[in-house]
């Protein structure tokens, strides 16, 4: 008896190296919550990547691209409503917004590989995946989790420690049936979430989220893999008072949440892509 062949999905990719997390990156980073030299000293810096890489779970999915936006989301941290504005921030994933992918995941699309960036980024949009979700069709398999929320007083170190591992968790929440992510990818995704200093801002608040272009089972001699999807990680990062000095310990909190979706047949993914753009005005 033949056996039944295994169904793949033809892509072609590149091997790449992720970014990683530097201590010149961090340092910058820090910086721009309000910490001081004394305070991002190389030592301290290595002591801080090697305790969240420690706690990043291993995962057998890749990652392709890594997309960030060219147009961060801008709020004030004195809005009175500013998870609903994070929630409503969450929505603008959409086939309209420009994306930057400078952020190097495992692998990269060939010259000529394409790699379904324009379908996935489209059905990964929070206001389509509703959509899709909603329908009920069994081919639809996307996932939301939960939100993951702390709020407490800590060091800002460690509130930026929170976000790194509660992206990492929120990821996991939603693709552990998968394998999970692979960490290096993770690494790469948060290498730079933390955004700008708030000048004029008596709080530190930054409200971002990251696309992962996922690949699981990728053989680079068939240049084919067993599934393809995406992942949206977002959250919210707040610091009371965060150029304050005198005090360690600050009013902070974080909320993140991921949705995705993993397709093991391309027609289904089409399908979902022209199921948007015939039914949804955006």
Not at 27 to 51: I, M
Not at 126 to 145: I, M, S
Not at 151 to 170: E, I, Q, R, W, Y
Not at 259 to 269: A, D, E, F, G, W
Request: net charge negative; with cysteine; proline share 3%.
């Amino acid at each position: 008896m033949s056996s039944i062949p295994v169904r793949t999905i033809e892509i072609d990719l590149k091997d790449a190296t992720p970014t990683e997390i530097t201590t010149e990156m961090l340092r910058s980073q820090l910086h721009n919550v309000g910490l001081t030299c004394d305070l991002t000293s190389d030592e301290k810096l290595e002591k801080f990547t090697l305790e969240v890489r420690d706690e990043l779970k291993k995962g057998n999915i890749k990652a392709y691209s890594i997309l960030e936006r060219k147009t961060p989301i801008t709020i004030t941290s004195s809005h009175h409503d500013y998870v609903l504005a994070m929630k409503c921030g969450l929505a603008r994933t959409s086939i309209h917004d420009e994306w930057s992918d400078s952020i190097t995941a495992n692998y990269v699309p060939s010259d000529t590989g394409g790699g379904y960036q324009v379908e996935l980024s489209t059905v990964i949009n929070n206001k389509h995946f509703t959509v899709l979700q909603a329908r009920k069709f069994p081919t639809f398999v996307g996932l939301r989790g939960e939100p993951i929320k702390s709020t407490k007083k800590k060091s800002t170190p460690d509130a930026v420690k929170t976000l790194f591992l509660d992206s990492a968790g929120a990821a996991a929440e939603v693709l552990v049936a998968s394998g999970g992510i692979d960490r290096e990818a993770l690494e790469a995704a948060m290498s730079n979430a933390i955004g700008p200093e708030r000048e004029k801002e008596e709080d530190y608040l930054n409200i971002d989220d990251r696309v992962i272009l996922l690949i699981k089972g990728y053989d680079p001699v068939t240049k084919s893999c067993e599934a393809i999807g995406a992942i949206n990680i977002a959250w919210d990062l707040k610091i009371k008072q965060y150029k304050e000095k005198k005090t360690e310990y600050k009013d902070c909190s974080t909320t993140v949440v991921a949705r995705t979706v993993l397709y093991s047949c391309i027609q289904n993914l089409f399908d979902d892509y022209v199921y948007v753009g015939d039914h949804i005005n955006d």
